[in-house]
């Protein structure tokens, strides 16, 4: 049974630091790899989606990479303002299109 | 574009009492999905289905019924009511290599 922990649970930093969240996985024939952000009591919002055959995808200040023989992704987020606060969920899509999230890391950016 | 929609956004319901939340997409996905989230924890695959006519059962299936009768319309059914289903719930929908993408949520008091 795929397991996905996310570390660390929460995360308190200033304004402007640039920051990495990790995500670890024990099994690495997965499909694809999925990062969302959820903003209290809402939905999850796709942030990015790196397929089996990438090593990493970018988009504005946020660059996820993907290391499956190692069972690794990180999410970078340069440059942190705190309209980043919130929680941030790995997802791990494997055989038969199901998803696997990990229990999130809850990121809070000071002003 | 909509998206994925769920209705209702909140609900109360006592011991016993049965409803069903709705979960319409308009992508045209194949793939359709019903998570819970309880406060703290991680996303739980309740049920889903690979296409209109297919549904299979998830993580945490006991208490809930589902049909997909068309591919945009997945609800989930819950027959009686009990304290141990009051959580939030997500619908979501995905193609093959291009992501999930989920509705707002619907929350579930059971009281």
């Known amino acids: 049974k795929q397991e996905v922990t996310q570390i660390p649970a929460a995360l308190s930093v200033p304004e402007g630091e640039n920051l990495v969240l990790n995500c670890s996985f024990t099994d690495s024939a997965i499909y694809n790899l999925q990062w969302f952000r959820q903003d209290p009591g809402k939905g999850l919002t796709s942030l990015l989606l790196?397929?089996?055959?990438?090593r990493e995808q970018t988009s504005g200040r946020l660059n996820a990479s993907l290391d499956k023989s190692s069972g690794r992704s990180t999410l970078y987020i340069a440059a942190s303002q705190p309209g980043d606060s919130a929680t941030y969920l790995c997802?791990?899509?494997?055989?038969?299109?199901?998803?696997?999230f990990g229990e999130g890391t809850q990121l809070t950016v000071n002003p | 574009n909509a998206g994925v929609t769920q209705t209702p956004k909140f609900r109360i319901l006592k011991i016993g009492q049965s409803m069903t939340l709705q979960c319409t997409q308009d992508m045209n996905h194949n793939y359709m999905y019903w998570y819970r989230q309880d406060p703290g924890m991680g996303l739980k695959l309740i049920y889903y289905?690979?296409?209109?006519?297919?549904?299979d059962k998830g993580e945490v299936p006991n208490g809930y019924n589902v049909s997909r009768s068309t591919t945009e319309d997945f609800p989930l059914r819950l027959e009686l009511a009990a304290p141990s289903q009051t959580s939030v719930y997500f619908c979501?929908?995905?193609?093959?290599?291009?992501?999930?993408?989920f509705g707002s949520g619907t929350r579930l008091t059971v009281v």
């Open positions: 289905s690979v296409g209109a006519g297919i549904t």
């Open positions: 790196i397929q089996s055959s990438q």
């Open positions: 997802a791990l899509e494997t055989s038969g299109s199901r998803l696997t």
């Open positions: 979501a929908s995905s193609q093959t290599d291009y992501g999930y993408t």
